[in-house]
């Protein structure tokens, strides 16, 4: 069984990668690219019954595909981890391949819709080839398709000025990611003399090293602050289905790294506290700047990097523990992390995929220019508000039972028997705390300002409700969402594992019940008489939307409570009538947050980069003479050499 | 050998002769076709390395057959190329139909140069091929009536001849060394080999720096690589592919061979580090250059560069594996600049300039271009699938093993090179405005779209399947040059 | 005895060709630059002959002759002629280095030199003799001084001597250092002769406008168009 | 376990917080009142309240979605089941059924979440100002909640609130200094979940100071005695947890008439008590500008800190 399912999935997904390639040479029909969506479709099922299988039967599937030549070759080991991740991988895979059907048809240029799925293709099974790869040459090889693929769909519209921005960042930031991760496997290499992860021997200075840039490599990718600057520009610049994907699906694959190699290399406690501590403090950065955000796939990618931030938490919470040697409280936190990864997965790609229909509905990515959508998109409204209530980590949801499990590992912190490292840990807890309280009010803002009420434009006062395929996809993960947290302590029971979590089948029960009797026992009891009225507006006849509180209102109380972070600069302009600025004609004045990590960092360094190679360039400018005076010096100093070496 | 000659000659003859322009551009690519049909042959069927031609002047081994098998494919596309690109770049008068029969002539000559000086086993006729290769290519740079082409090819001489001057010196001292030794003093690579284990080292050494000035000039190494950049640039498509594919290889060539000699005696180690340092170099300065690059042919040529050091280094580490990455790797970037050069050809004669101001909606006229650009790009970086990934890949593994700091170093330097080509290819291909009126779209003939396939093919399939055939040549060459 | 009056005669010659190296960095007169050289070529030849009448091998005999034919009288004619067409008298105008300065950082080459090749060629036997380690140097600093001509001279033509220069040093230097092959030989010199040509088409372009330019390339390329419409295209082209 | 008597304790718990919550709002207002020096509404008042309202016909914007309809019913269901998880006069056996404090916290985060929305939805001025003034409140409060709470997990050792009461009763010292630390900033807690003076001012409907009041200014009707219902249970669940923490004695965990008497007396004491306290806490000062409440909520969270440090090294 095992070994069919994986080469047909594989195979399935060759078929929708070449399918639209070749056909839009012939015609520019939608149905290859439909047939190929669907190859995906069963492609996805396949590799996913595949991992199931591999996961509740606890055994490991491995294949030696092909080799380049010796020691390059391309091996696959899926054990259950692995095997975890492929699950994570191809359930989001299907939502968004049904998804895309119709959703790629929005795309206005004709000519890129079979590149955008055919590229789609390719990023998804390269994404499951890293997770499946058992020696770094194909970890390594598939993680540069992956980043590939992934950069050229971030250039689906590339005439765009945010979209050449956003390539740059994530170009080089990639490029980054992939110097880190190639020094610390050519670096792991020179010890084991193989490229076989599962060789890596135990040397704690060798391990520190390729831990320290493993990690960086990995928190690259991951958007972990202050690395991250490529993660918001990115993904929201590309179509929302890959949205879905990168910010559902590709950032995991980096902590799907991070936990394979920490699984491999012998553990210290100082990795525990760095991971920890990028965690918590992208976590809390990561919504900060999220609660800000107007533009709603950017404040959809801030949060990503919140739970990336929070899933590391869990991570460095396993390996302090498990470095303490307390198993039970570090498989809590381990699994709770990979559980999250799961959560954020299923409901990150339901947010981004609502989304995306809500912005080809409304034409605009600003909140501010949404509204009253509940109304004109119920669906679409309910989808999102799933999403909005499991991201926010409300019971009975599955983003609840993740960090439950984080808060329950951190509790116990006590067990722990060094003081230092529990102060640490209850600091990190405090600003995890204050995280997901902020995740709710940006959630509450995100769905309230976007959905609810009067409509702030003509545009979303005329939106329609999107085709079914566009709802079914996300409805799919939404399902999942309530399942995943309903049936949340049946489904560790199934895999085996046993923790002391609250049952949520019966708190849903419970809350289901007491909705339902409240319901039927107000209905016999209270007045049931109803009246539809004008919301009172302030003594003005009709209420419009400018009454209405905007997002940035919304934000302001957070945001001036917490100006520290929040750097504005006042930007002001006045115009007067005459010459001497006296009589005052009008004038603007801005307050713009000052984008710290860029306008501090990275921008700085690109700055003197540029400064060095125009010195370079210059000295190089001139005519033939200057440069045989270049050689001329350079005999010089060769001759000197000769002297001096015999 | 004899083959050779004759067909080079006929072909020529044929050339001159001939009138039409069809003609002379099938005939140039008769020419390269036959040499690799040749060289294919005698790979398989002769013994080898056999001498041949008058005693011992001429060798015939792996080393200069495989290197032979590329130039001469690079040639025979680069010809299938110039004819529609010469054709173009007659339309808009930057070479006038006079001087087609120049262009072709030393377009062969410039092959059977290179030709003869891979084959050449005496170090001094080897020499003196280069320095005709020098010439031709020269001629083939002028070739466009432009003053700048006239600086450009100056420059080109000028530094090249005169630090090949200094390795001529080299040479000499090699050969009174062996003088010395034996009495009769010889240059030829093979007889050298043989001895080379009994040289004095300090002299080895000078001759290796001094021979090394020269080789260094012809292959574009810093800080001898001015000429290149600007030739590169100025030289028309066909010719700038040819010059970073073959001419630099001929540079490179020299080294190699030298270097096989010198590694026999005791100053190996110096040698090594003196070899990365200058590779170190050129890659650097070439980054560094690329960083803010608005000239597309420029910003290649540098790349060039900045490859070529990259040789150095996987030279200069010197093992058995870093040696034969190292050599499919100068492969495996002949190609893919090939590639890059014509794509850069086409652009040009769609924009009439290779720079960034004045190309735009690159997508809406040369959609092909654009994409091969893409293509070229993620080529030349080392993405995998490309077929540059596995010898960079092994080469820095080599590297690690000397030091973690020149790998993390080189690792360094590609970032930039990666960011330099990819930031300029964003802003180059996504540039959106409107075009000048009349603007109108340049029909790129099926004959210089083709080589560009052919290229493009051919570096990524070699990225995934790596043949059994090139494996044993490869490791035939390395057991031949006793490095390591 | 005859020896040492060859070493003597050597000895004299050697310092003759630094000599007319040191002229040829000083003179700004591109004609006498050229009478120069070719006064250069004359000693060198000379140096070869007395060889040949010392050790009788034919290499030498031929080496001086194809010397005297191609530096003395083929090379300075062409220059002539191409000084003459393009009418550049003197080469005023220098990068980097005066001729002065230059003559003193020649002296410091020469320096070098011979601390380097002191060191290595020590161990060669033939160098038991102070004459050859003499002639090694010179013909070496001789190539370094011509290469001072070639990028401190701003005009191609003056680098084009400077080349030549550097190329009797190396001639030199092998003469003492040891006897090629006579094939190599001529192949250097014929090699060396097309270099020559080439860069001197080329520095009509350089040295001259543009219409010049064309108006003499034409009869290099054999074309039978009229440059001034190539000109007003070329114009076209650059608008 | 024996899931009769834990069904027991949930029927009877549950009335008893249903019953008795709304107790306390008048309380509350009485013992203002009488710092004002005015005679305060009569102690039933709020039931009164209650029933007008369930009387009362229900009026919706027609700005609103069904959003404004399910908040009410969320928010009492929410309240519901977290009123299973604070034993205010029998400790149900140990189970894992109900009880899990973070559990608690987030069915509160919940019914809150809910009623932000209904806040926006109907698109008037005070909703929204309402609901982003709640959100940035209770993020802000939620460190201090959670530290708090850690600092009771490893108080006793145990993250279950029966368990939790039960490690207190067990505990025979009088009162654990640490525990002081801690239930001043429950009381805080306390404070700013109820909506009261320094942080909101539950009398006025005035635009300047409203914060709870403002989210359900468009709610009606049988809804806004939800609403009012819920916090009432709201407020009463945590006085319980102060009051079972602090001073548990009277709480029993055996299932007999006489012991529940005894508690239901004790409890309604001292709840009582921590009612006037309030009371007077809330008329003794006035309510301050939003900006100023970080203050408050650092002074709670350094407390919880200090406590938790206090144990971690002791």
Redesign the interface.
Known sequence: MLEILFPLGLASFLVAILLPLFASKLTNSKTPRQASLIFTFFACIAILAFALEIILSNKSFSLLAYQIVPSFQFSFLVDRLAAFFLALVAIVSVAVAIYSVSYVEHTEHDGRKNLIVSFMNIFIVSMLLVVASFSMFSFLFFWETMALSSFLLVMVEFEKKDTQKAGIFYFVMTHLSTLFLIFAFLFIYTVTKTFDMTQIRADPIINSVAFAFLFLGFAIKAGVIPLHKWLPYAHPASPSNISALMSGVMIKIAIYGLIRFLFLLPMQTWWGILILFAGAVSALIGVIYALKEHDIKKMLAYSSIENIGIILIGIGLYVVFSVAGIEAIALLALIGALFHTLNHAIFKSLLFMATGSVVNATGTRDIEGMGGLIKRMPTTGVLFLVGAVSISALPPFNGFVSELMIFQAFFQTTVLSNPFLEVLLIVALAMFAFTSALAAACFVKAFGISFLALPRSEKSKNAKESPKLMLIGPAVLAVLCIAFGIFSLQLFGVLGFSFPLPNMLFIGALLGGFYAFIYIALREVANRRERFAETWGCGFPTQTFKMEYSASGFSEPIVTILKSIFRTQKKSERYFYDDKNVIFKDGKAEIQLINFFEERIYLPVAAVIRKISLKVNNIQRGD???H??Y??VT??VF??I??WF? | MVIYAFVGVSVLLLTVVSKSHRTMNILSIILPASYLALTLFTLVYAAIPTYSLGGNYFLVDHLSLYEILISAFLFMLAALYSRGYIEGSIE???M?R??L??FYVAFNLLLMAITYAFFAD?L??FW?FA??T??FS??LI?IL???KN??A??KY??IT??CM??S??GL??I???T??NLGA?T?NWSSLMSIASTL?P??MF?AFIFTFVGFAAKSGIVPFHAWLPSAHSKAPAPVSAILSGCVTSVGIYGIIRIYAIASQTSELPKISWFLIGFGLMSMVIATLTMLNQVNLKKLIGYSTVENMGFLLVGLGIGTPLALFWMLFYTLAHAFTKASLFFSAGILHHQY?SVRMEHIRNVFKFQPFAAWSLILGTMAIIGMPLSAIFLPKLSILLESAKLSPFLLFGLLIIFLFVAGAFGIFMIKLLSKKEEDAPGVKRYEASLGMKIPIVILLVTVFALGVFFPQQLNNLLNSIVSELKIG | MIIASVGNIAQILIVLILATAAVIIMKRDIRSLIKTYSFQSLLLALMALLYFVETGSLTLLFLAIIILVSKVVIIPRFMGVVQKRLNIKRDVKF??LSPVTSLLASIT?VL??Y??FS???S????FNSSLFLLGATVG?SI??MG??V?????Q?LT?IIG?LT??NG?VL??LF??E??LL?EV??IV?LI??TL??TI??F??DST?EE??AR??PF?????KASE?IK??E??QQ | MDYLSLIAYGILNTLFVLLISPLFISLIKIVKAHAQKRRGPPILQTYRNLTKLLKKETIYSTNSSWIMRATPLVNIAALLVASLFVPLLVIPQPNDLVGNIILFLYLLAMAKFFMALSGLDAGSTFGGMGSSREMAISALIEPVIIVVFAALAFAFKTINLPDMFRGALASNVLVDPILILISISIFIVIIVESARAPVDNPETHLELTMIHEAMILEQSGKNLAMMEMSSAMKQLLLMGVLINVLVPWGLTSDFTAPSILISFAAFTVKAIVLAVIIGLFESSCAKSRLFRLPGLFAVALFLSFITLIIEVFA
Request: no cysteine.
């Open positions: 033939a003479d200057l045989i005076a050689a001329f005999i010089v001759l000197l000769i002297w015999a | 808009i008068h930057e006038d006079s001087s029969k120049l005496n001094a006729l003196i320095e005709l020098t010439a020269a001629v002028v009536n432009a003053p006239i600086g090819t100056l001489v000028f001849s005169t001057l200094f001529f010196i000499i001292l050969f009174t060394l003088e010395n003093g240059l004095s300090a002299i000078a009439k | 990068h980097f080459i070098f030199v601390l380097a060191s290595i060629l161990e060669l036997n033939r070496m190539v370094f290469m001072i070639v990028f401190t001279r701003k191609t680098n080349y550097m190329e190396v230097f092998s250092l040891t090629l092959p190599i192949l250097i090699d097309m270099l080439i860069a080329l520095a372009g350089i543009i330019f064309h390339l034409n390329h054999d074309s039978q168009k190539e295209d070329l076209a082209e």
